[in-house]
């Protein structure tokens, strides 16, 4: 599959844990972004990075919110010690190079926090 | 003003009908407006996209028309078909330190009756 790989597809975490997505970017690609979608709402911007560095993070959350893309493995979104109002879908899409288009999505991780 | 307001939240046709889904921007610096497809359970999916150099692009079934004057551009789906049944985004990029994060409408739901 030469699409973008997110996992956990679902994940459960109990407030106060810590929470990892993971994303896969495609096959030849070497930039990531993360969104996060609300119930019924568009996504939202949180951060774009490319091996070992973050490009842009206006969209994070000031606390508890953290990402890195290293240069071996996947991209991780790391959210600590959890609240309610972190339930949410996170997407990441990926582009082959800086500030390329389109981005490609991949089926995104639903967080709840119980 | 980074915003991108979409209308209408929902829409019904019937197959066979015409579906039209537009959205208004305030930043003449947004340079790539594309739209995305997305099925429940799935991330969102290019349909088509566009730059402002170009009032009208189509592809297939679907066609952009872009008015640069006045900051709207809109997705015609021609031919809706119950298969054309799921949540559109709109989206607007703009260069900004070498990031292109995409700023999305709220979605449009669309419901095509057989």
């Known amino acids: 599959n030469a699409g973008v790989m997110q996992n956990p597809r679902h994940l459960v975490r109990r407030r106060g844990q810590e929470a990892r997505l993971r994303c896969s970017p495609m096959?030849?690609?070497?930039?990531v972004y993360w969104y996060r979608q609300l119930p019924e709402e568009g996504l939202k911007f949180m951060v774009y990075?490319?091996?070992?560095?973050?490009?842009?993070e206006s969209g994070m959350p000031k606390e508890r919110f953290s990402a890195e893309f290293p240069k071996e493995g996947p991209s991780i979104l790391r959210i600590q010690q959890v609240v309610r109002g972190d339930s949410a879908a996170y997407f990441c899409?990926?582009?082959?190079?800086?500030?390329?288009?389109?981005?490609?999505f991949g089926d995104g991780t639903r967080l709840s926090i119980l | 003003q980074q915003q991108v307001k979409q209308s209408p939240q929902s829409l019904i046709v019937q197959k066979g009908g015409i579906s039209i889904i537009n959205c208004a921007y305030e930043?003449?610096?947004?340079?790539?407006f594309p739209w995305y497809q997305q099925f429940p359970g799935k991330g969102p999916a290019l349909l088509i996209a566009?730059?402002?150099?170009?009032s009208e692009k189509k592809e297939g079934r679907f066609t952009i028309s872009f008015n640069k004057s006045a900051k709207q551009f809109s997705l015609h789906i021609m031919d809706s078909q119950p298969g054309d049944s799921a949540t559109y985004f709109c989206?607007?990029?703009?260069?900004?330190?070498?990031?292109?994060?995409?700023?999305f409408g709220k979605g449009t739901k669309l419901t095509v009756n057989p």
């Open positions: 096959k030849g690609h070497s930039h």
């Open positions: 989206a607007a990029s703009i260069p900004q330190g070498g990031s292109e994060k995409l700023v």
């Open positions: 899409a990926s582009s082959p190079y800086r500030g390329g288009q389109p981005q490609h």
């Open positions: 930043n003449t610096a947004f340079d790539y």
């Open positions: 566009i730059r402002p150099d170009v």
């Open positions: 990075l490319q091996k070992e560095n973050i490009i842009d």
